[in-house]
């Protein structure tokens, strides 16, 4: 199996288009036709269904794409470790979203700092959109951040973790004030991730066929928004991992005032055109740390 066509075949599926896959990879649309064609031959399968609306994976696409991206990323490492004889040195740029930030970042830098110990990690938490703009230009070399907010051609991203919000509150606030519905959250302070995250957007949509909103209180800070819901400040939305010991505890009493919020889903996040194979290696392990730690947590 060559692993030039291996290489096409995940440039077409990054970027939806053998145009562009041609483009970035230099070379004609009917070469690039001509490689797919010879993967499928050699599988037995169609990678590809090209229709109206453009091109996308196919069953069988989904299922070899993170095989062909291993491949080609054991295939570059081998490479770089057999002419280069010397360890990786130099400084990468890691932004992290501040509830990744919150549960991971230790377990993160440990891991990195053993498989890369003269390289140096600027490490910047913000929030996903600033992230994801720094991204853009070119001020990150590597985003850890809530999905959703980055389906941009320029930039790849590969899924992390996804974890379920509960809404929780201290038990003496909910002792004077029991919530069983949306409406019922009015009465109390909402405290909240800020605005132009997806928490703060699903906010909006729950309180918006109501004709009253509820008082909000934003904090970028996980650990501070746990905080002030700990001192009986407000209500608030929190991912489960966030809470979990807590609430084993008895410091703080899950409720439900209706509908089941969405989960809260990571991804890693680099740009296409950066040839390095860096970041998609920390994207790789930092997913393992957060599996294993994950694991270990519960």
Known sequence: MRLRNLNTFVKVARLGSFHAAAQQLHATQPAISARIHALEEELGAQLFIRDKSGT??????????????????ISQEMKQQITDQNPQKGTLRIGIT??????????????????????????ISDV?????????????????????????????TEP????PQYWVATPERLAGNPVSSVKELIRSPILSFPRDTRPWDYLQQLFRPLDETPVF?????????????????????????????????GRLTQFSPGPKP?????????????????????AKSGREVIVSTSRKQH
């Open 56 to 73: 996308r994976l196919s069953s069988r696409g989904v299922q070899l794409l993170p095989y062909a991206e291993k491949l080609l990323a």
């Open 98 to 123: 501040d509830t990744l930030a919150h549960l991971y970042l230790a377990p993160l830098l440990r891991n990195w700092q053993q498989q890369h110990p003269l390289m140096s990690f600027e490490l």
């Open 128 to 156: 996903t959109l600033t992230l994801t703009r720094q991204l853009q230009e070119h001020e990150l070399d590597l985003a850890l951040m809530v999905a959703g907010h980055s389906d941009l051609p320029e930039l790849v």
């Open 160 to 163: 992390l973790c996804s974890y």
């Open 217 to 249: 209180h934003t904090c970028s800070s996980v650990a501070n928004l746990l905080t002030l819901t700990l001192e009986g400040a407000g209500m608030a939305l929190l991912p489960e991992p966030v809470i979990r010991t807590h609430l084993q505890q």
């Open 262 to 282: 969405p989960e809260l889903a990571f991804c890693a996040c680099w740009r296409l055109d950066d040839d390095r194979i860096l970041p998609q290696l920390l």
